[in-house]
T-cell receptor, first 114, second 113 residues
């Protein structure tokens, strides 16, 4: 049982480049979300999805796109990377079918934009 | 709409107790608590759904005062393994309604021998 899998674990980008961070879960969770965590800071919500085909913005959505074509996958696209997007990115999933169920986080992607 | 956590940091000796507080300016549906070790992902500890409900995880427990929109996490007889950063997360609706889980700034806990 893999849980939430994020790839890659580390990435260095040049300013202006684009890339996609991958997130996949094998728990059949309806709810998936992306967070970024800057050094010494809390987690800020970027985008989230309550099911395939349904996405919405979080607190800091600018510069990022998402889509949800399947229940399992929720990729995060950086359109034109900027140094301000240097951060650790976490994907999380949860079920909407059980009241009181927590979120499972992936191990994170450490992104540096130079 | 992010919850506010206090204190920002706590240093304990093994066996001592500590309380971490989380407050919201808006009515809450639930409060989550997570612990994050350095360089790792946050790990779910517990969720509180009803006002006044207390839950426990080992010797870590929490309460939720719905009227005051506050939750507290209690670290009792702390162990070295309790070291890490604790985050509270708050939800205003249930997930299927397009809910967002937003986090406080975290409380760094260091337990010394």
């Amino acid at each position: 049982n893999a849980g939430v899998t994020q790839t890659p674990k580390f990435q260095v980008l040049k300013t202006g480049q684009s890339m996609t961070l991958q997130c996949a879960q094998d728990m059949n969770h309806e709810y998936m979300s992306w967070y970024r965590q800057d050094p010494g800071m809390g987690l800020r919500l970027i985008h989230y999805s309550v099911g395939a085909g349904i996405t919405d913005q979080g607190e800091v959505p600018n510069g990022y796109n998402v889509s949800r074509s399947t229940t399992e996958d929720f990729p995060l696209r950086l359109l034109s990377a900027a140094p301000s997007q240097t951060s650790v990115y976490f994907c999380a999933s949860s079920t909407t079918g059980i009241v009181g169920y927590g979120y499972t986080f992936g191990s994170g992607t450490r992104l540096t934009v130079v | 709409q992010q919850p506010v956590q206090s204190p920002q940091a706590v240093i304990l000796r093994e066996g001592e107790d500590a309380v971490i507080n989380c407050s919201s300016s808006k009515a809450l549906y639930s409060v989550h608590w997570y612990r994050q070790k350095h360089g790792e992902a946050p790990v779910f500890l517990m969720i509180l759904l009803k006002g006044g409900e207390q839950k426990g995880h080992d010797k870590i427990s929490a309460s939720f005062n719905e009227k005051k929109q506050q939750s507290s996490l209690y670290l009792t007889a702390s162990q070295l393994s309790y070291s890490g950063t604790y985050f509270c997360g708050t939800e205003f609706h249930f997930k299927a309604a397009g809910n967002k889980l937003t986090f406080g700034g975290g409380t760094r806990v260091l337990v010394k021998p």
